[in-house]
């Protein structure tokens, strides 16, 4: 079977990352499913971003922990890609799900590396049953604080463990396997080993990629047997994988 290909923050090498018009564009561009980061704003709302600090993305500085969502709409998220995306706001969490509810796997990483959460964990799990969406969604974390809440909140979500060279070595291990029974291991593409694979596999775990974006790396990971890839170009990996000779 070859492996799902997941929008990372949408379709984001040809729209602004983590904008609705990255996720509609990776719908048209036949992608399984999006990968997408999110926070709670300062007004309690789950917006969907990858940095707490605006500025980089909007041109404006600011902390969106203590912005209300108002005032965050305010903030344009598009025009630093290209000025034809001028306008594009910071979605929600719920617009997000209401566009992506078709699609077959939905992959919310929650983001931020404090203990305490702010409860974030109890609203995504929320909206995750409210839109029914347990069976398309799996949430993610680098932290793994946050994935033992949510498995605590309801056992049924789906947990994925975001892994990077500088991950702690219990959790790149798999020490942590007695608190977190996690769905899915998501290791960067250079922790990515055939034998990692094979192990996760034996566990009934899912393996999902990131970030893929040549040939070389995409190759490598249909060796190795992955089940998806996350990338920010869905429309060259479908034509790698569909369409190459
Ligand atoms: O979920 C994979 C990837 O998105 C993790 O890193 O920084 O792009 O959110 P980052
Ligand atoms: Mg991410």
Redesign the pocket.
């Known amino acids: 079977m070859k492996p799902l290909i997941i929008a990372?923050?949408g379709a984001s090498a040809h729209a602004p990352e983590n904008t609705m018009a990255a996720f509609d564009l990776a719908i048209r561009q036949k992608a399984d499913g999006i990968?997408f980061?999110v926070w709670k704003c300062g007004s309690g709302e789950i917006v969907v971003t990858?940095n707490r600090q605006t500025q980089a993305l909007s041109g404006t500085a600011g902390d969106l922990q203590t912005m209300t969502l108002k005032q965050l709409r305010k903030l344009d998220f598009g025009r630093h890609k290209d000025p034809k995306f001028r306008g594009e706001r910071i979605p929600t969490l719920d617009e997000v799900l209401d566009l992506a509810h078709g699609l077959e796997l939905i992959?919310i990483?929650i983001?931020g590396t404090e203990l305490r959460s702010r409860g974030i964990e109890l609203d995504v799990a929320e909206k995750i049953l409210r839109h029914k969406l347990l069976r398309r969604v799996v949430v993610?974390s680098?932290n793994p604080t946050i994935l033992a809440r949510l498995q605590d909140l309801n056992p049924a979500i789906r947990i994925g463990l975001?892994l990077?060279e500088k991950s702690p070595m219990p959790l790149r291990r798999g020490w942590s396997a007695k608190l977190l029974k996690p769905f899915s291991i998501?290791p960067?593409f250079a922790l990515l080993k055939k034998k990692f694979v094979e192990l996760a596999h034996r566990k009934d775990q899912k393996v999902?990629v990131?970030?893929i974006n040549d040939s070389a790396q995409l190759e490598t990971c249909i060796q190795d047997g992955v089940d998806a890839m996350?990338t920010d170009d869905p429309a060259w990996m479908y034509d790698a994988l569909h369409n190459a000779p």
């Open positions: 990372h923050r990968e980061d990858h992959n990483e983001k993610s680098f975001l990077y998501h960067s999902i990131w970030t996350i």
